[in-house]
Each structure stands twice: as structure tokens, then as C-alpha cells.
């Protein structure tokens, strides 16, 4: 599709000033030169248009902006370029990796390696966004994957109409290769301050969105059922864990004398008093669901993907959190040892926002300070407290083992 010029001014500039800063960065992660340079900005619709994005095996980063909720980006490199820069990251001897690249024998550990590569540019790209967009914009990487020829992320979607930059990319003397990035309308409106015509579907949504499906009618849940979910501890789902001796206490971090104690100003570490330096300790990746998700899911969630903490939201912003201690309350302790009876079905498909509903949520800002979380991690007897953004978006959690390792490494005698 044509692409109107003064969408193609408005973009430019952008990714000039985004490609300067990502090599700087690049370079510093690789110990080696690396060059990005535009060459085209283009709409595509379709999946005739998005095919060629995959004309040859490609690594993509599925990232989403999860601050405004405006929509998503997908890095998309050729697979060369992540060999590449994964292999100088993990500092492999340079002849290993000009055989990878030459086979473009793309292995588990390079696409681990791209997941870090990944967030480095995302982060080169955070910062651009949150000035752009100082009303809350913020991206996630969501995930990464490998694509061969001829297949699709399923995150792109047909009839959505996508701003693509298109970058060649050097990494030392290895061959230049095409690196896109490929933004959804909305995303790319609410950065770009432009607005992009859309097809006819998008357009259409724009000024009559469709109405919701109707609610499935809920099966009544037995009083009993609905009464042991209130058991559950509600005023301390972070204040318990799984861990066992050696996990660290609040108590712990109580016994912090930091108003006595010098700190080194050449570690590399924020002081705690520091506005902003709570997103140091910030060690625990954010994860939610929405309120009227099941039970179930939540479950999966600690079980499968190993959450800790789950925060539960309401129109994406976070209400409150659910650990694994009040998961386990009720999974109960023959969770997966026998078929599901209808008891059981009943109560793991109630409504997540169903826990905890008296529960006070503690929560520090992403402007918040180490000694700020510190004291409420103390006061409140916690284990973990989460981190959100000014619209009240979940941005990751610190836990009481974060902070005690930060003042372990900031603490001089």
C-alpha cells in the first residue's frame, strides 16, 4: 500500500535518532562495532504484505506497549544478525561464530541469547518511548521465537495495518543484513503523534466498535465452595512464601542500619535514597491476569511458568496480588493426584478477583526509592512488593532477597 510522505517525515527522524542510540548500545553489549542505518519506512496490510517480512528464517521479538495499552511491536532480524550478535555477547571465539552465520545454524542457545539481545533493544527503544509518550508509555518484551520461511508470528494479524521501519544492520565484519521494525497502527499513532488511514475494518471499528459477546450465564457455585475461597489469607499474600530457612525475612531487612552505614559511590549502584532507584532492585519479572480469569489460570501460571507473585487487574491496572501460599490454600494438598470432581471445578473456575478482595495493596511507584521500599517491606511484614507505573500499571515486583543483596554490595565498612 502507498505510504503518504508526511507519515514517512514524521517516522524518519524517530528511527535516526532511535538507530544512533541502539548502536552506542549495541556496541557496549557486544565489545564490538555494530551499524544500524535506516533505508525505508512503509505501511503494510495483509498478509500478502506481512508475508514478506519472512522471505528468509528470522528471529522475532513479539513486544507490547502495556503502559497505554496502544499496541504492539515486532522485531523481526534476520536470523545472521542475532547469530551474530548473540555469539559476541556470549564472547564465542569469532571463527565458531562466521561458521554459525554461514550455515545460519540457529540453535536453543541463540535463541536464548536473542531473548537478551531483545531486551537490550527494547530498552534502547523504552527510552525514546516514555519521552514520546509521557502519559504512561511503556514496552514489554512479551516473548521471542524462531520463524522459518513461509511461516508467521501469530501476533501479526491480518487486516491490521502495520508502519514498518526497515534498518541494514553490520555487526563487525560480518555481512549487512535487513532488521525490521514492524509497529501496529495504534502503537504507531500514539508515538509518532500521526494518524495513519487504515483499511476499511479498522475504520469502521474506529467509529462503531463492535458490541461484546454476551457473558456465558455462570454456574452457581455452592455456598461452601465460595466460603473456603474466603479463607484465604487476605491481608498477607505477600507476607508468605515457599521458601524455607534460607529465604530472606523482613525481619532480616529490618536489621538494616542504614542511617549509620557509608556507601560506595563507585559501585555502580543507585543511593538509596535515589528517586527511581527502586527499578535496581526490581528483580522480579511482572506477570497478571485479569480479575474475572479463572482460578485455574492463576494456577498454571505459579505451576507451569513459575510466578511467585500474580498480580490481578482490573482494566490493567493493578488491584492486587496473589502468591503462591494462597494458591496452594486452595489447590489444597492432593492438587493433580486425582480427576477434578465437580467441587473442585467449581472452585478452580471461580473468578481470580475473587481472592484476597479485603486485601490492602502496598505498592511503590517506579519513581519510588530503595529505602522507601525498604520501609515498606519492614512495616507492612511483607516478602514482596510490586512496582507499578503513575496509571497504576504493574511494572515487576521487589522482593525482601532483592534489597538485602543490593545494601550487602552497597554497604561499606
Known sequence: MDTPEKIVKKTRPFFLNYFSKLANDLNTLTAAPVVCSLTDVELMSGLDDLETLIEKDRSVAFVREDGLGSGDVHLVFDVATSIALTGLMMMMGEAVIQAQVKTRDYNEEFQEGFNEVSNQVVGAMNDLVEKKMPEGGHLFLEKTTH????????????????????????????????????????????????????????????????????????????????????????????????????????????????????????????????????????TEQPFSIKEE????????????????????????????????????QVMGPFFGTKAMGPRDKALYTLPIGKLNQNQQLVRVGLGGTINQVADLLTEFNLRAVPVVSNQGVLRGFVTVHAVLSYFRKKKRA
Open 293 to 328: 480469569e479463572k482460578i485455574l489460570r492463576g494456577i498454571n501460571a505459579m505451576r507451569e511458568e513459575g510466578h511467585k507473585f500474580i498480580g490481578v487487574d482490573r482494566n490493567g491496572k493493578l488491584i492486587r496480588v496473589v502468591s503462591q501460599s494462597d494458591l496452594r
Open 147 to 282: 520463524c522459518e520461511f513461509g511461516s508467521m508470528p501469530s501476533t501479526l494479524q491480518d487486516g491490521i495495518t502495520y508502519l514498518v521501519a526497515t534498518a541494514d544492520i553490520q555487526v563487525a565484519s560480518f555481512p549487512v543484513e535487513v532488521c525490521r521494525w514492524v509497529l501496529s497502527r495504534g502503537f504507531a499513532e500514539a508515538l509518532l503523534k500521526i494518524e495513519i488511514d487504515g483499511s476499511p475494518a479498522e475504520s469502521a471499528s474506529r467509529v462503531a466498535p463492535p458490541s461484546p459477546p454476551p457473558s456465558p450465564p455462570q454456574e452457581a457455585v455452592p455456598d461452601d465452595v465460595l466460603a473456603q475461597v474466603a479463607q484465604v489469607v487476605e491481608s498477607e499474600s505477600l507476607a508468605e512464601d515457599e521458601g524455607g530457612s534460607s529465604m530472606a525475612l523482613p525481619e532480616d531487612l529490618a536489621q538494616v542500619d542504614t542511617g549509620s552505614v557509608q556507601f560506595s559511590n563507585t559501585d555502580g549502584l543507585p543511593a538509596p535514597d535515589e528517586p527511581g532507584s527502586v527499578k535496581v532492585v526490581m
